[in-house]
């Protein structure tokens, strides 16, 4: 599954002290983590708010806890071999023994780190069941957000009863929540319908952006991300399909919204009045599945898309790509841990091939990683052997047959097709005959005479018509001129996916010479993503590189 579960989404409710922070002048590099993980292929991580040591994370059939930052994991839930499935995690706020589990059964808590669980909410009806994102109020957390199949349900009483908020339409799935700290009043929903904003605490919804998308774009975003041809009839198809994924209050300013979408981010300066697309300079991919700010660093978004992790800058409007580290390119899911004394926060990703942690480095501090190491690497002979990536983009123009010439040569046809005349060529035969007949009568007989006379005749003929006026202009021209928009657009698309690709590979040679994998486990990972970026590449080029290796 190419997208994040729109399950996965939730929201936690931080109370902390603003302390701003610039960490710009840091690099970011990534570290394994999923050692003793079951299963790599997680969707949902929950990192505690008060312990930066306990983190969650889940997968589709069962959550795991790790209580030393990843260095051991256990797991605690699991719903294998039965039809229910988990969808969204959320840390207790005040004490780190707390989880919920958002599932397809209802909501379930655990008090002690997932040693016992007990179901606290079950919706009425399957939609009300399937609770996508969760969110909990830090200062009375007695206070539960669910977000579902059927809208937004809360609780004051920590779960014994329940409510359903009005003012949303019916059958609106809920994939995000989030609360204005500073407001507690004010809180923010996301569907693939819409962004919704309540002002007295769940109890009443208006929405604030239409996102409003026919079936015909439902199955597009479906075709796109998850490989279904129909409109999403259940809750496994749901994920992936959200128009916004998730909804993000800056921590700095309790009035900007940031809304992630498979198209790119959205913004709003003014608590959800207008909203525009934020900037997309050296984004690799619009097809962002979350984001993450914290308030250490009030001057970047962390994005996680289905080519990396991006850091965007609220200043410049642009994005970079933090990728030191990092095998996997396929993000599902960040978290940020709380600051530690002076130490800046770990960012949490949760991965198509497991967990990774941030390692932030400041200007000067040395790279154990041995990136530092990079500066005095001979690329031109370590890679010497290897095609540059012209001659990758000239293998996949030829092989996806979309080279500037081609049009050109549709031109010239097009005139020179004006210099030929229409000739047309007719041939005509034609057979007639005609029969008569007479009786008379010799000697007393009587007598039949016949009279036959036939005929035929052929003809043929050939004539030349010249348009002159398609000299200028001609009907063929206008058909060329939307192949070409059509073809140049599928070059550029091919060309950057091929770019991306030939750089993430090299990124990845580099890492595996200058820092070697302190395991197998870790040295056959990044193996197998280098023969995957292969693979890749080749599919775009005819096994160009393959053949060239």
């Known amino acids: 599954m190419n997208g994040l579960p729109a399950a996965a989404i939730c929201c936690l409710f931080l109370t902390i002290i603003f302390t701003p922070t610039s960490h710009a002048a840091q690099e970011t590099v990534w570290k394994d983590v999923s050692r003793g993980i079951r299963s790599i292929d997680l969707h949902s991580i929950a990192v505690s708010p008060t312990d930066p040591d306990v983190v969650y ?4 059939k069962a959550v795991f806890i790790t209580t030393d930052r990843g260095g051991t994991w256990s797991e605690i839930l699991s719903f294998r071999g039965t039809g229910n499935g988990i969808y969204a995690l ?9 989880i919920y589990a958002g599932t397809a059964k209802g909501l379930y808590r655990s008090s002690d780190q997932g040693s016992d669980w007990k179901r606290i ?27 579902t199949a059927a809208g937004v349900f809360y609780t004051r009483d920590n779960g014994k009863t329940w409510q359903k908020g009005h003012n949303l339409p019916y059958g609106v799935t809920i994939t995000s929540l989030s609360a204005d700290t500073r407001n507690r009043a004010i809180l923010y ?34 075709r796109e991300e998850g490989g279904k041809e129909n409109v999403p009839a259940g809750v496994s198809e749901i994920r992936g399909i959200s128009y916004i994924r998730k909804i993000m209050i800056d921590p700095a300013d309790q009035d900007t919204l940031y809304a992630a979408t498979p198209m790119g981010l959205l913004v709003t300066r003014d608590a959800g009045l207008t909203w525009k697309q934020a900037g997309r300079i050296g984004l690799g991919s619009h097809n962002i599945r979350d984001i993450e700010m914290t308030v250490t660093d009030p001057g970047h978004l962390y994005a996680a898309t289905d080519r990396g992790i991006f850091r965007y800058s609220k200043q410049t409007e642009s994005w970079e790509e933090l990728y030191k580290g990092m095998v996997s390119a396929d993000i599902r899911y960040l978290a940020f841990a709380p600051p530690v004394r002076d130490l800046p926060p770990s960012l949490w990703a949760v991965t198509k091939r497991g967990i990774y942690i941030s390692s932030p480095l400041s200007a000067g501090q040395d790279d154990d990683s041995g990136y530092g190491e990079t500066m005095g690497l001979d690329t031109s002979l370590t890679f010497a052997n290897e095609p540059s990536i012209a001659e990758i983009k000239e293998a996949a123009i030829e092989y996806a047959e979309v080279s500037p010439d081609k049009i050109r040569n549709w031109r010239k046809a097009a005139a020179r097709k004006a210099l030929l005349p229409d000739v047309r060529f007719a041939y ?20 039949k005479y016949d009279d036959v006379t036939k005929d035929r005749d052929k003809g043929w003929s050939v004539s030349l018509t010249w348009q002159l006026g398609d000299l200028i202009w001609n009907s063929a021209q206008t058909s060329i001129d939307t192949r070409s928009r059509l073809m140049v657009q599928l070059r550029d698309d091919i060309l950057n996916e091929v770019t991306r690709l030939y750089f993430e590979r090299r990124r990845l040679q580099i890492d595996m010479i200058m820092s070697p994998p302190a395991d197998n486990k870790a040295g056959i990972e990044r193996e197998l993503r280098l023969q995957e970026l292969t693979a890749n590449i080749d599919a775009l080029t005819g096994s160009y590189l393959s053949k060239r290796l």
């Open 57 to 60: 994370a889940g997968s589709d």
């Open 90 to 98: 959320a840390a207790g706020p005040v004490n780190p023994a707390v």
């Open 121 to 147: 909410f079950k919706g009425i009806g399957k939609p009300g069941n399937n609770v996508f994102a969760i969110a909990v109020d830090p200062v009375e957390p007695e206070t539960i957000y669910t977000g």
């Open 189 to 222: 929903a996301a569907s693939f319908r819409g962004i919704y904003k309540s002002l007295n605490r769940g109890a009443g919804w208006t929405r604030i952006y239409a996102a409003d998308i026919d079936d015909e774009a439902v199955r597009f975003l479906a």
């Open 428 to 447: 005509d035969k034609g057979d007639d005959w005609q029969n008569s007949y007479t009786f008379y009568k010799v000697d007393g007989e009587y007598v």
